[in-house]
C-alpha cells in the first residue's frame, strides 16, 4: 500500500513526518539540524530516497544537506574531485556550502548591482537558499533559488554550485529589488515534457522564464497589476509570492501575488486575474490538485500588513474552475483565535488517488487533507515555525 | 597547539568537541587559525567566514583574553597567551534574534 512522507522545514531544524496510505498514522521523526533554519527540502521523483536540504542561518551562513535513504541520515555532499570524501576523524568537507555568483566576461553581462529600497544601486549579495527544485530526470540535478536572487545549478550531487547566470543578465536585473522578505528566488518549476523550460519566480521583481534550460530568459509578468510600485503595469518589480503548475498542463500557471490570484493560460505571457470571489486575495501559497488540473488551493491572508487569517479562522479556498469561483474549505481547521501565517513554500499536494493536501503554520501546525481539502487535521500542532512543506508519494 | 571553542550550532555541524586543539605553523594570526580550522573541518568552510572575500561573517566574533578582536586585521598576531595555548580563541555567535 502507498504512503507519504512529509518533508517539513521550520525556524529550528527538519522534521519528516510519515503517514499511512490512509494518511491517519503518524510517525515523526527529528528535528534534524536541531536549531537550524530549514528553508526547503525536497526529495527527487527519480529516487525518492535522494533528498536534499537547505540549512540555513543569519551567524553561519549556508549548508546544503543530502540524505540518501529517504531522510534517515543526512551529510554534506561537497568534496573536491581527487580528494577524500571526508576529512580527519571521518568529518564530510564543505564545498557544497559554497555559492559564488557568476561575474565571469564567458556569460556576457556580469551583474555586480540590483536596486535597493532607497533607489540607489547595491551589490549583490549571497545569503541563503530558499528553495531547492530536484530534476525530473536525473538525482544528482538540483537547481537552487538564492536571495539575493539568483538561480544555481549542480549537477553531481550537491557537491558543486554553478549560477545560471544568464537570469541576472539578461537585461532587467539592475532594476530588481527586495521584498520585506528579502530578494529572494522562492519558485523553480520545470516542466515535466520539456527540461528546457523552466519558470522562476522572485520577490519583488516577478516571473521570469527560460525556454533553452537557462542559457537566456524572458520576464513573465504581463497583466500584473501592481499598485504599490512606481508603474503599476511594469514589466518587472512585481512582488510575486508563489507559482504552481500541474504537470500535465506545464503551459498552465496559477500566481498568488502580495495581492491577487492570478492564471496564465499560456506559459505567463499574460495573465489574468482569477480572485472572483475570495474574501481575501492576499497570501502567500497556493497549489494544484494532483489529479484535477483546474482544482486549486490558496490560504486567504488578511493583508499585507495583517499576516494572519480573516477573523481569527484558517481557512483554505479551493476552486474547482481553475480560479474565479471559490469554496471556503473549514471543517478541522481553528474556528477562532487563530493568527498564524501559512508562508509561500509551505503547501503541498500527494499524488495518492484521493490527493491528499497538506500546509504549515507560523504556528507550528501542519495540516493534511486526505479527501482534497474537504476535511483537515493536525499531524503536529507544535513545531517550530513551519518554513516549508513537501510530500513525497511513495509505494 | 593552540585552543579554540566553536559556537554550539558549529560544534553540532562540525561535530567537534567544545574545544579543538590546532597545529599553528608561524604566526597565530585570525587568519592562520582559520585556514587550520577549515583544513581539519572541511564543512565549516563558509560558516565563518566568507568562502571568497574571507571576511568575517557579520554576526560572529573573535575573542582573545578577554579582548575583541574581531575587527582587528586578519593577520595581526594574536596575544602570547593565543598562540602557546595557555588561553582559547573563543569564536562566539553574536547574541541577537532567536
New interface residues.
Partial sequence: MSKVRVLVGTRKGAFILAGDGARKNWEVSGPHF???EIYHMKGSSVDPNRIYASQT???????IQRSDDGGKTWF?P?TPPGESTT???G?????S??F?YDSSAETGKPLTTHLWYDGTQHPWEFKRVWHLEPSHTDPNTVYAGVEDAALFQSVDGGTTWHELAALRGHGTGPKWQPGAGGMCLHTVLIDKKNPNRIYIAISAAGAFRTDDGGKSWKPINRGLHSPYIPDPNAEVGHCVHHVALHPSRPNVLFMQKHWDVMRSDNAGDQWQEVSGNLPTDFGFVIDVHAHDPETIYVVPIKSDGEHYPLDGKLRVYRSKSGGNEWQELSKGLPEKNCYVNVLRDAMAVDNLDSCGVYFGTTGGQVYCSPDSGDSWTPVVRDLPAVLSVEVQTLP | MIRVVL????R????AGGEVQLEIVGPVTQRSVLDAL???????????RD??SLQR?P??RFFACAEDWSNEPQDAPYPAAIASGEEPLLIV??I??G
Fill in positions: 536541531a536549531g537550524w542561518s543569519g551567524w553561519f551562513g549556508q549548508v554534506q561537497g576529512g580527519p576523524g568529518m564530510p568537507k564543505g564545498e556550502n559554497k559564488v | 559556537p554550539p550550532h558549529l553540532t555541524l562540525s561535530r577549515e583544513a581539519r573541518y572541511p564543512m565549516l568552510r563558509g560558516t565563518i568562502h571568497v561573517r554576526f560572529l555567535g553574536a541577537a534574534g
